[in-house]
């Protein structure tokens, strides 16, 4: 059954350091998102990407954060100076469609990132 | 503003017990979407089932089932005969409908332990 991909499981960064989490989704998906879970807390939607540009963003996705697909089929996500408080699970997401038409988000098995 | 409440933080039950999970939610759209997603110790979210906000048939699948109640804004989950795989953090979850993008809001999750 196909799923989407992250690398890696976990990540441990210091503060202040770049880091890229990876994310192959599901080949015939259109849309992509991040969303991230602090421990013991809910998922937050982060981002939404739709034909190469971000559909929509959160409160929490400032400048630190991009979002690229540099090719077919890899779905990144980019904390350019990471802070104590970017600890967290970060979930990689694709669905099909959305809107109107909207089918389920199918989530990868989560990037643990640590900042020490 | 979309919100979504799972008041229950965390429920024990002994195996073959059923469970109900409840969801309420808060939304100034007509027509969404509703969610449910299981995330095991193992840390993936699963996707359990989508409901739209304009079919309000319950659903049943397999030891699973959903309840909802437009008039009362919930989403109930029920786990009937319940195992102890069935041990894990379920969400309850809310995106409109229309426009692009999944933006998923999600509830702050119910601990379910299943024990012998």
């Known amino acids: 059954e196909p799923e989407v991909t992250q690398t890696p499981s976990h990540q441990v960064t210091q503060m202040g350091q770049e880091v890229i989490l990876r994310c192959v989704p599901i080949?015939?998906?259109?849309?992509f998102y991040w969303y991230r879970q602090i421990l013991g807390q809910k998922v937050e939607f982060l981002v939404s990407?739709?034909?190469?540009?971000?559909?929509?963003k959160s409160e929490i996705f400032d400048d630190q954060f991009s979002v690229e697909r540099p090719d077919g089929s890899n779905f990144t996500l980019k904390i350019r100076s990471t802070k104590l408080e970017d600890s967290a699970m970060y979930f990689c997401?694709?669905?099909?469609?959305?809107?109107?038409?909207?089918?389920?988000?199918?989530f990868g098995q989560g990037t643990r990132l640590t900042v020490v | 503003a979309q919100k979504v409440t799972q008041a229950q933080t965390k429920i024990s039950v002994v195996e073959k017990e059923d469970v109900t999970l409840d969801c309420v939610y808060e939304?100034?759209?007509?027509?969404?979407?509703l969610f449910w997603y299981k995330q095991p110790p193992s840390g993936e979210l699963v996707f359990l089932i989508r409901?739209?906000?304009?079919d309000e048939q319950n659903e049943i699948s397999g030891r699973y089932s959903w309840n909802f109640q437009k008039s009362t804004s919930s989403f109930n989950f029920t786990i009937t005969a319940s195992q102890v795989v069935d041990s894990a953090v379920y969400f309850c979850?809310?995106?409109?409908w229309g426009g692009g993008g999944n933006k998923l809001t999600f509830g702050t999750g119910t601990q379910l332990k299943v024990e012998l």
């Open positions: 990407f739709y034909n190469n540009e971000i559909s929509e």
């Open positions: 997401a694709s669905s099909v469609e959305a809107g109107m038409l909207g089918t389920e988000a199918f």
């Open positions: 979850a809310l995106t409109p």
């Open positions: 080949s015939n998906h259109l849309y």
């Open positions: 409901r739209n906000s304009f």
């Open positions: 939304t100034r759209d007509t027509t969404y979407y």
